[in-house]
């Protein structure tokens, strides 16, 4: 049984750095083809594609995002750790973490999701 | 404003049939990247519905398909029921972007 799981503070202040740590089950990260993707969805429901780590190491991030994002993995752990600087209070949503069993570098559907963790940034 | 247009609302009577396009452009679906669509009920992680254009997970009933044709795709949904009341988004890929992308989203009602 697939499972992930989303852990990090609630609330942030303007210009911290948020660290997000996506806990998983049922899969393993250095089986060929797995990656994981942390996907966020602000209040007003938008989905936002943030950052995929590979079975590899191979890293992606989003263009409009990347200065700020850094994603790692602890496959012994299994774990996926997301780090964005300089939140803002436009950072404010919902952040999920969610797997994909067939990576490719231009096909990614995201078949497992994680609960989601609200992370609100105000001072 | 998404990569993906989609309409924001639809809605239909029980048993009928809607459609919920998506529309791209030449750097992603029309591009020929495939397009994958998600059903998240309120208060729920997306649950993926349809991938690589017009296949079902395991688990998915068959009156949900998919279809793509040039820079468009559609989710159809047949026999509409209560319980497909939720927000459907489509996703695929963009080499401008050199990533992921979502659309707006698509709030269905069953009336």
């Known amino acids: 049984q697939v499972t992930l799981r989303e852990s990090g503070p609630a609330l942030v202040k303007p210009t911290q750095t948020l660290t997000l740590t996506c806990t998983f089950s049922?899969?393993?990260?250095?089986?060929?083809?797995?990656?994981v993707s942390w996907i966020r969805q602000t209040p007003g429901k938008a989905l936002e594609w943030l950052a995929r780590i590979d079975w590899d190491d191979d890293k992606y991030y989003s263009t409009s995002l990347k200065t700020r994002l850094t994603i790692s993995k602890d496959t012994s752990k299994n774990q996926v750790v997301l780090t964005m600087t300089n939140m803002d209070p436009v950072d404010t949503a919902t952040y999920y973490c969610a797997r994909t069993e067939y990576c490719t570098s231009t096909s990614t559907n995201f078949d497992y999701w994680g609960q989601g963790t609200l992370v609100t940034v105000s001072s | 404003q998404s990569v993906l247009t989609q309409p924001p609302s639809v809605s239909g009577a029980p048993g009928l049939k809607v459609t919920i396009s998506c529309t791209g452009g030449?750097?992603?679906?029309?591009?020929?990247?495939?397009v994958h669509w998600y059903q998240q009920l309120p208060g729920t992680a997306p649950k993926l519905l349809i991938y690589?254009?017009?296949n079902r997970p395991s688990g998915v009933p068959d009156r949900f398909s998919g279809s793509k044709s040039g820079t468009s795709a559609s989710l159809a949904i047949t026999g509409l029921q209560a319980e497909d009341e939720a927000d459907y988004y489509c996703q695929s890929y963009d080499s401008s972007l050199s990533g992921v992308v979502f659309g707006g989203g698509t709030k269905l009602t069953v009336l």
């Open positions: 030449s750097s992603n679906i029309g591009a020929g990247y495939d």
């Open positions: 690589d254009n017009n």
């Open positions: 049922g899969f393993s990260l250095s089986t060929s083809g797995m990656c």
